[in-house]
């Protein structure tokens, strides 16, 4: 039982690490671009568009961060 449950939190480890990476910031927010566009796609508004600009803002605001000088 013991060599089962350190499979699953290794591999639980992994997916966390795989997907969070570095920023949490990012994973967070491409978390709520796919959010916002399931609710969109229940409307009549179209829905396609919603994600390339969350990720293209969520770009934008990842390498400003990582080439702001810092003191």
Do not use: Q
Not at 54 to 66: H, N
Request: with cysteine; charged share 15%.
């Amino acid at each position: 039982m013991t060599r089962v449950v350190a499979g699953l939190r290794s591999f639980a480890l992994f997916w966390w690490d795989f997907i969070v990476g570095d920023d949490w910031r990012i994973a967070a927010g491409v978390l709520i671009a796919l959010a916002g566009t399931a609710a969109l796609s229940g409307t009549s508004v179209p829905a396609w568009w919603l994600l390339p600009v969350a990720v293209g803002c969520l770009l934008a605001v990842s390498l400003w961060r990582a080439t702001r000088i810092r003191p």
